[in-house]
T-cell receptor, first 115, second 109 residues
């Protein structure tokens, strides 16, 4: 257990569906992240939130919409996804952003399959 | 561009020693991380190096040479549970982590 939980663990959706991924951290951290992990590719940073404010959006398509209501919760709303969006979506948290030693704690991920 | 290179896959024998290399080219350097990720699980932190040299932590050690843009993770007395992917990541000038694609380590009895 890393102190970061994600639900659901697995999700299968059609291209016209709307779904949401949820992440919660119990570590008292200020920063939260969404990553996409595809097979044999580096982790792709999608979004960063610091104190509920979005500080990073790495040119992510608008069919992915993040929401951070407070420092402990992070959502990723999905709509009209494409099959190439199938991947493992990882949530992470860290104490802060913009510091040298900034260990990130990861959740177990949501395995997303888009049909 | 920014780039992290590490071998895709390595195989080693239980009880042996294995070294996983990582080379990087990034805009700035604010430390290098190693993470372990078992299949279907979250990546977990193993080590952090910001100064040159070797950091030892039990069976695992991590080495950094900033002038060469090079790091390695050394695993000793390998156990079957060490079968996992090992991810190298560098914090760039903006403190953003740049990730390698990971090295899948297979341990054979």
């Amino acid at each position: 257990e890393t102190g970061v939980t994600q639900t659901p663990r697995h999700l299968v959706m059609g291209m016209t569906n709307k779904k949401s991924l949820k992440c919660e951290q119990h570590l008292g951290h200020n920063a939260m992240y969404w990553y996409k992990q595809s097979a044999k590719k580096p982790l792709e940073l999608m979004f960063v939130y610091n104190f509920k404010e979005q500080t990073e959006n790495n040119s992510v398509p608008s069919r992915f919409s993040p929401e951070c209501p407070n420092s402990s919760h992070l959502f990723l709303h999905l709509h009209t996804l494409q099959p190439e969006d199938s991947a493992l979506y990882l949530c992470a948290s860290s104490q802060d952003v913009g510091t040298s030693y900034n260990e990130q704690f990861f959740g177990p991920g949501t395995r997303l399959t888009v049909l | 561009g920014q780039n992290i290179d590490q071998p895709t896959e390595m195989t080693a024998t239980e009880g042996a020693i294995v070294q996983i290399n990582c080379t990087y080219q990034t805009s700035g350097f604010n430390g290098l991380f190693w993470y372990q990720q078992h299949a279907g699980e979250a990546p977990t932190f193993l080590s952090y190096n910001v100064l040159d040299g070797l950091e030892e932590k039990g069976r695992f050690s991590s080495f950094l040479s900033r002038s060469k843009g090079y790091s390695y993770l050394l695993l000793k007395e390998l156990q079957m549970k060490d079968s996992a992917s090992y991810l190298c990541a560098v914090a760039d000038s903006n403190y953003q982590l740049i990730w390698g694609a990971g090295t899948k380590l297979i341990i054979k009895p």
